[in-house]
């Protein structure tokens, strides 16, 4: 069993930056991929990046490529999502989830999931 708590969700400009963090519980958490996922009113939540068990291996949707970096410190167990230089299109609940084995961008291949924190950029 994993528990995720997301956190540094907040109200930014456009063009500034945040930095998510995602804690996880357990002690089987380096074992696990992970990925961030956001979900805007009404629509459907979409992959926004992920990160491999080791950290090795990281994807990211095309939307945020160069903009976005995650990261995990396995010893903090932890995964983080920087994001930067961010538009208002970025806004959204932003959620953080746990899988078994590579990293995936379908939603429904993970097993665990966080509360989600809000993200919201004004233009």
């Known amino acids: 069993q994993v528990q995720l708590v997301e956190s540094g969700g907040g109200l930014v400009q456009a063009g500034g930056s945040l930095r998510l963090s995602c804690a996880a519980s357990?002690?089987?958490?380096?074992?696990?991929?992970m990925g961030w996922f956001r979900q805007a009113p009404g629509k459907e939540r979409d992959f926004v990046a992920g990160?491999?068990?080791?950290?090795?291996?990281?994807n990211y949707a095309d939307s945020v490529k160069g903009r976005f970096t995650i990261s995990r410190d396995s010893t903090k167990n932890t995964v983080y999502l920087q994001m930067n230089s961010l538009k208002p299109e970025d806004a959204a609940v932003y959620y953080c989830?746990?899988?078994?084995?590579?990293?995936?961008?379908?939603?429904?291949?993970?097993?665990?999931w966080g509360q989600g924190t809000q993200v919201t950029v004004s233009s």
């Open positions: 989830a746990a899988k078994f084995g590579y990293v995936s961008s379908s939603p429904h291949e993970y097993d665990y």
């Open positions: 357990g002690r089987t958490f380096s074992r696990y991929a």
């Open positions: 990160i491999s068990w080791n950290g090795g291996n990281t």
